[in-house]
């Protein structure tokens, strides 16, 4: 009998089980589960390039500005570094929402404004390369913000081309990873390419052009790369699909012939053994769990006779999913406030750090033995009124920031996809949150580790390095699940497809303005605090926006991205 009960027992055991078992098969998505790697691939090589230039020139920054004018003291240089990285993100912040609505539009769409954007970050560049007065780089760095509204439209294209949720917390994923290994490759090549002339006199110390435009190598380099990122663009990213309109990631151009894209198809085909590729297209079916299913291409239908894709949901795939757009003054309900309030704030002190971050590390050591340059400075008393930075030079900066890159890889493949599955995207992202307070209020005490070389002799040493590591820690943790958490729910909180694009340009505006507001306001609070003694001010300033940030997350929920239904609109397609 007792037999007969540990059977029955078992039976129900597993019985029960199996649903579990199926949702747990359900959560654990890896990469090789991706839909639409292809476009996946492009859309993260375009947004490659902006981390990519902005820390390469950020490794040198600091030296260019003095360059343009040497007799300028460490609090204007510093009050130079902010505007200058703050004019790119103002500019951005002035035609975001414009670029947003071009990418929503039937005549451009999103591969128009990807293109405009590499195109305008890359003469920027080169502007920038060649500049020799603060006016000519801070009319360069403009430039290329005024023409650069893509990182909105390519959260916009990643939610179109992964629209199953399962998949969101890997594919969002995807444009932060971009973000750290532009930071590793970055900074490294601006520091090892900046001012060659001074940096290997043997070897370039006699070449004209290298001694007349210093900073000019790096840029090169990086407009070669965003030329490459823009070829790859306009050869392989499909919007207009040459295939069929559910591949389209705008219903209004589903049918509109894209020469690039055709051009690019010849391209695959002549170094492809296969006659014939498969592609992904989701299925019409509502359930959470169903899966994607390969669809032949033209090719095959040609020869078959039959349309291009023969699966049960042919006839709803073929309609659009809505006929009418919303009205802009429906965008911001109550959940879009919110959530654009908090993705402010994340932005402003992530963007404050990124401008103030390098300034530091190239501000001079405090040296005891000399006068301070300041009537107004404080004497100097532990463990709040202090001064100096850590005087690294561009080979030691691009080190330091590559620090952030490689501790953010390395978290978002290993502990990112298993703590967001198992806390959720709301509840990992406020967590993450608290770390930056932590980091921010650290940051300055790093003048204070001990160094292998006396003042003034920059600092150096294995505590410096681990003390710099340990700090970027608490940063990158905080930054690692912040942005891609951040970015689904701007996505998910969209009130109506129609919008999706327009819902990114407002987040990247309201981003763009943070990211503007930060530097210029705090850039010039740190020339002040190094003027007055207390070099720490300003970071626990930003401390305290973290924690405001945090407090405003406590009022944010996940939307599913079409809260208002309008007439005509698809119920299949939720």
């Known amino acids: 009998m007792s037999g007969v009960a540990t059977a029955d027992t078992v039976a129900e055991r597993t019985i029960e089980s199996a649903p579990q078992r199926h949702l747990a098969r359900a959560k654990a998505v890896s990469w090789r589960d991706l839909p639409r790697k292809d476009q996946l691939i492009v859309i993260t090589l375009a947004r490659l390039s902006e981390p990519l230039v902005q820390t390469s020139l950020q490794s040198y920054m600091f030296y260019q500005l003095k360059w343009f004018n040497p007799d300028l003291p460490d609090s204007t240089i510093s009050s130079q570094a902010g505007i200058l990285h703050a004019s790119f993100t103002a500019a951005q912040f002035l035609t975001a929402m414009l670029w947003g609505r071009v990418a929503d539009s039937p005549r451009c769409g999103r591969k128009t404004v990807l293109l405009i954007g590499l195109g305008g970050t890359m003469l920027s560049c080169i502007g920038f390369g060649f500049s020799t007065s603060f006016w000519e780089a801070l009319l360069f760095r403009s430039l290329g913000g005024i023409t650069n509204g893509n990182i909105g439209v390519l959260r916009t294209m990643i939610s179109e081309t992964v629209k199953e949720k399962k998949y969101q917390s890997r594919a969002f994923l995807l444009l932060p990873m971009a973000f750290n290994i532009g930071i590793i490759i970055g900074p490294i ?6 001012d060659p002339a001074g940096t290997y006199p043997d070897t370039f110390g006699k070449v004209g052009f ?21 070829v790859s663009v306009w050869l392989f990213l499909e919007e207009a699909s040459l295939f069929h309109a559910s591949y389209a990631t705008l219903d209004s151009r589903a049918m509109v012939r894209d020469r690039g894209l055709e051009l690019g198809q010849k391209l695959r085909r002549c170094f492809s053994r296969r006659d014939a590729e498969a592609f992904y297209a989701p299925l019409a079916w509502t359930d959470s769990s169903a899966e994607l299913e390969l669809s032949p291409t033209v090719e095959e239908a ?9 699966g049960p949901g042919n006839q709803k795939q073929l309609r659009r999913r809505y006929t009418q757009r919303l009205p802009f003054r429906r965008i911001f309900t109550r959940n879009v406030s919110f959530t654009l309030v908090a993705n402010f704030l994340l932005a402003f002190h992530l963007g404050t750090f990124n401008s103030l971050w390098f300034v530091f590390l190239s501000t001079p050591v405090y040296d005891p033995t000399k006068p301070t340059s300041s009537p107004n400075a404080l004497v100097r008393n532990l463990p709040f009124i202090f001064t100096g930075g850590l005087g690294l030079q561009p080979r030691e900066v691009g080190m330091a920031m590559a620090i952030l890159g490689v501790i953010g890889i390395g978290l978002q493949l290993g502990l990112y996809p298993w703590l967001s599955a198992r806390l959720g995207t709301v509840k990992s992202w406020r967590f993450c949150l608290l770390f930056f307070p932590f980091a921010y209020f650290l940051v300055p005490y790093l003048s204070l580790v001990p160094s292998s070389s006396p003042p003034p002799s920059p600092k150096d040493g294995i505590a410096v390095w681990v003390a710099i590591a340990g700090v970027l820690a608490l940063q990158v943790v905080g930054r690692t699940f912040a942005l891609p958490a951040q970015t689904i729910l701007v996505n998910n909180c969209t009130p109506h497809p129609s919008v999706l694009g327009t819902v990114h340009g407002i987040g990247q505006s309201v981003s763009s303005f943070a990211r503007t507001l930060g530097p210029m306001l705090c850039g010039f609070l740190y020339g002040l605090g190094l003027n007055m003694g207390v070099v720490g ?11 405001l ?5 406590l009022f944010v929920w996940e939307g599913d991205g079409h809260e208002i239904w309008l007439e005509g609109d698809d119920e299949d397609d939720t």
């Open 189 to 194: 090549l601006g520091g090892l390419l900046s």
């Open 210 to 230: 290298f001694t007349h435009f210093p900073y000019a190598a790096p840029n090169i380099l990086s407009a070669v790369f965003l030329f490459f990122a823009m």
């Open 302 to 310: 040609k020869s078959s006779g039959k349309p291009a894709y023969s």
């Open 537 to 547: 001010a300003v970071w626990w300033g930003l401390s305290g926006m973290a924690i």
């Open 549 to 553: 940030g945090f407090l405003a997350s």
